[in-house]
């Protein structure tokens, strides 16, 4: 059976890279992506970066003008260090113009973004949840009043709404605690592209046990990976290609076997494959070089050509 037949698959923009990265690669990979049958497109966010890296909203509004159907998300936004009026105006507006195919991923950040954004860390679970609340409440209701710890607003109304109701928030955490506020605040939940195999292994059935108690049916709601991958014919050169971006990027070579995939196609099918089993229901493939050839690549491997 083909991979594409057991879960959908997410492609990943070129957006971020040790090298520089062309906007003819962005539109190539939006547009064939689509054409090709995945589920969506996603970025990341990386503001303050050492390697290239375009801002997601900006990057994601220029996918949505050159495609028609393909989703469109970020994971993940760090939230705290962002005004939560601007977020929930600028992702209205990306499914605005987008006609609904917005998928907004967040995250609680680590200290380095709070010391970069000068935003307090105490409170910081605090400050997420009512951002999320607050965002929540301006995209749903015509007019916001809001008067909470960090945030305060009287009547307050958007200039635009989203096309869905709701726009879907998805979770990129890690922790077992916020792995469990995922079960229960947000609409799907994806690992890291850092973070190991072994940490998505043990993240499922916390999610999964998260959403039973709050009534929810862990069979639909998403749970996805981010995961770094290297396809060649020549295994070596995959993995040659893979450790540079883990070492470049992540600052973490380890991260080559521990967290990302690479080899042949029929090795990557079987990585997928045992991912999936593991309880994947959703995967974003993201591609580190080569993005257009690995995306055909790709393809191929999950089925879609």
């Known amino acids: 059976m083909a991979l594409k037949d057991l879960i959908p698959f997410g492609m990943s923009l070129p957006h971020r890279s040790p090298d520089r990265i062309g906007m003819d690669a962005v539109h190539t ?17 990386n503001t303050l970066d050492h390697v290239n890296s375009f801002d997601p909203v900006v990057i994601l509004t220029y996918a949505a003008a050159i495609t028609s159907r393909i989703g469109l998300g970020a994971s993940v936004l760090v939230l705290p260090v962002h005004d939560p009026r601007m977020v929930a105006h600028q992702w209205a507006s990306l499914d605005a113009v987008s006609n609904g195919r917005a998928i907004m991923g967040v995250g609680i950040g680590r200290p380095f973004h709070f010391v970069e954004f000068e935003v307090p860390q105490a409170g910081r679970v605090a400050r997420f949840r009512e951002q999320l609340e607050l965002i929540r409440s301006l995209w749903s209701q015509d007019k916001t009043t809001h008067h909470g710890r960090f945030y305060n607003v009287d009547n307050a109304r958007l200039g635009i709404q989203p096309v869905q109701t709701p726009l879907p928030v998805w979770m990129g955490v890690g922790h077992p605690d916020a792995i469990r506020r995922a079960g229960v605040l947000a609409d799907g939940w994806m690992g890291a592209g850092g973070s190991t195999t072994e940490d998505f292994r043990r993240a499922v059935p916390i999610l999964k046990q ?10 639909t ?4 990976k981010r995961i770094f991958i290297a396809v060649d014919d020549n295994p070596q050169k ?6 540079r971006w883990y070492t470049e990027v992540y600052h973490n070579p380890e991260g080559t076997d521990s967290s990302g995939i690479h080899g042949t196609r029929e090795q990557v099918r079987e990585r997928l494959e045992a991912i999936i089993g593991m309880g994947a229901n959703h995967l974003l493939l993201n591609p580190i070089s080569n993005h257009v050839d690995q995306l055909e690549a ?5 089925g879609l050509t």
């Open 298 to 302: 790709l393809a191929e491997v999950v």
């Open 238 to 243: 995959a993995r040659f290609e893979l450790n």
């Open 210 to 219: 998260a959403l039973t108690d709050a009534g929810r049916d862990p069979e």
């Open 221 to 224: 709601f998403p749970i996805s």
């Open 29 to 45: 990979v939006a547009t064939r992506a689509e054409a090709l049958g995945f589920r969506d497109l996603w970025v990341t966010e």
